[in-house]
Structures are given as C-alpha cells and as structure tokens.
C-alpha cells in the first residue's frame, strides 16, 4: 500500500483529493519534517524524503524549506468521489 504522501505528492494537480491541496501540502510536508528529527538518519525515512523528493518538485521544494509543524486538529477534506490513483 503506497504511503499517503507519496499519493497526494505524485498524482496530477487535477487528481489530488485534498479540497485545501495548496494549505493542506505544505502543513502535512512540515508535520513530516517534525516526525522525522525522531527518526533522521534511517534509511526507511531516509528513503522515503529522497524517492518523494525525486518525484515530485513539489515536495521537494517544500522539503527543503524547512519548515515544521506540530500534529494539529486540521481537517483534511477531499472530494465526495473516491479516486482511484489515490487509493
């Protein structure tokens, strides 16, 4: 099963579920840069941030922000219909 970033991050713009995708993006890149100070320097996560970085510019730039955020009470809509490329 493909992780969730990696499906909001790599889709066409047009097939993200994500309602909110230009607020919602960055917060869920910079919530993941905060997990990832627990766990720098495993490969798994070491592997994800360069496999998404590679994929998508997007991420990437966000990525190299900086940026970090705490896990907050946000609500994360999308569409009422479910699309496959998704999952």
Same mark, same amino acid.
């Given at each position: 099963m493909p992780n969730t970033l990696w499906s909001l991050f790599t889709v066409p713009e047009d097939d993200c579920p994500l309602v909110f995708r230009d607020e919602e993006r960055p917060v869920m890149v910079a919530t993941l840069r905060a997990a990832y100070g627990r766990y +720098?320097?495993?490969? +798994?996560?070491? =592997?994800l941030i360069r496999r998404l970085s590679a994929a998508s510019p997007y991420f990437a730039r966000l990525w190299d922000t900086g940026d970090v955020a705490r896990? =907050? =009470?946000v609500c994360r809509c999308s569409g009422t219909r479910r699309r496959a490329s998704c999952g």
């Amino acid at each position: 099963m493909p992780n969730t970033l990696w499906s909001l991050f790599t889709v066409p713009e047009d097939d993200c579920p994500l309602v909110f995708r230009d607020e919602e993006r960055p917060v869920m890149v910079a919530t993941l840069r905060a997990a990832y100070g627990r766990y +720098a320097l495993e490969p +798994a996560w070491e =592997g994800l941030i360069r496999r998404l970085s590679a994929a998508s510019p997007y991420f990437a730039r966000l990525w190299d922000t900086g940026d970090v955020a705490r896990p =907050g =009470g946000v609500c994360r809509c999308s569409g009422t219909r479910r699309r496959a490329s998704c999952g």
